[in-house]
Every structure is written in structure tokens, then in C-alpha cells.
């Protein structure tokens, strides 16, 4: 069972995350997902976020990619012939069980980083949204996947939520 240090501040827990002393789980291990074009999606994830990537099978029509985001959590790539899915766009919460991933950042420069790297692709509107405990920058891949990058919050106060649309005052004065 992993154990959770409450009040370090190194993950922002809310007082109820920390309230939870012992989990059966160490967090998310593999997000899969669909794409249409597998060097496209590995040529943005590489140049944006420096993951890197193995090819785990290929065969007539399938591909599977497994892109590693970070220690332990890694995206599993799924390239198959005539499938459109990666295609679809509609509204959040009107995309099925699985509406979007966060990925988390390893430092607010990180985050700057990224967030300069996706601005400079257009693949973000730059808007940095304080939630309180976290910072949250939402961009699209080449495939259209919404997602967001997240950050602990440096300036976060214990308590305080903000909802979503809210500016993190840090970037946009």
C-alpha cells in the first residue's frame, strides 16, 4: 500500500486527499488512446512534453505505441486501419467515459516550458487556470485529443478552489 505524506505540500492534497491515509493504488499507469497518424502524435509529444516512446507490437493495419509521460504512467498508442474514432470531436462531457487526461508538470518551469512549447505549435490559447491547489494549461494534440497539463500550485492557499475559467494570477495580470 503506497502511504501518503499529508501536508508536505508536495502534491497540493486537499485536506480530504489527506484525510485518506493508506490507498491500494500509486497513481494512473497507462491512459490508452487512438490516433490516426502514430509519428505525427510521438513528433508532438517528443518536441512538447520530451516523452519518449517504444514500439510494442505491429502488424497488418494495427500499431501499438507506448509513449512514456513520465515515471510509471505511460500513454498506450493504438494506430488501426479504417478506424475514424480519433476523429470525432464533440463538447466536454459529451466524449463518453473518458473525456480528457491531465498530465502533471515536474516543476512550475517545466510548466513554463510546455506551455511555451505548445503556444508556439498553437496548440493552446496560453490560458493558465488557477483551481486552487493546481494550475491548469488545456491544449489539443494533433489528433484533436483535449487535454491539460497540471502543476501544483505555488501561490495556492490551503482551502481555497476556484472553478474552472478562473486566471492564475502569476500569468495573466
Not at 2 to 23: F, K, L
Not at 32 to 57: C, N, P
Request: glycine share 10%; net charge negative; hydrophobic share 40%.
Amino acid at each position: 500500500m503506497a502511504e501518503w505524506s499529508c501536508g508536505s505540500g508536495d502534491r497540493g492534497q486537499s485536506a480530504v486527499a489527506c484525510e485518506t491515509q493508506m490507498v491500494l493504488l500509486s497513481g494512473i499507469n497507462h491512459v490508452g488512446v487512438l490516433t490516426g497518424d502514430t509519428d505525427r502524435f510521438l513528433e508532438f509529444y517528443s518536441s512538447v512534453f520530451g516523452a519518449t516512446h517504444e514500439l510494442f507490437q505491429e502488424r497488418e493495419g494495427f500499431k501499438l505505441t507506448v509513449v512514456w509521460v513520465g515515471p510509471g504512467a505511460e500513454l498506450n498508442v493504438f494506430e488501426l486501419a479504417g478506424n475514424t474514432e480519433h476523429e470525432r470531436q464533440v463538447p466536454m462531457f459529451g466524449r463518453g467515459r473518458l473525456d480528457h487526461l491531465a498530465l502533471e508538470a515536474a516543476s512550475v518551469d517545466a510548466f513554463d516550458e510546455i506551455r511555451q512549447r505548445l503556444l508556439a505549435r498553437g496548440a493552446t490559447d496560453g490560458f493558465v487556470t488557477d483551481f486552487g491547489h493546481i494550475l491548469s494549461l488545456f491544449f489539443r494534440d494533433p489528433d484533436g485529443l483535449e487535454a491539460e497539463v497540471c502543476v501544483v500550485n505555488p501561490d495556492a492557499q490551503p482551502g481555497v478552489h476556484n472553478p474552472p475559467g478562473t486566471p492564475a494570477v502569476r500569468y495573466h495580470q
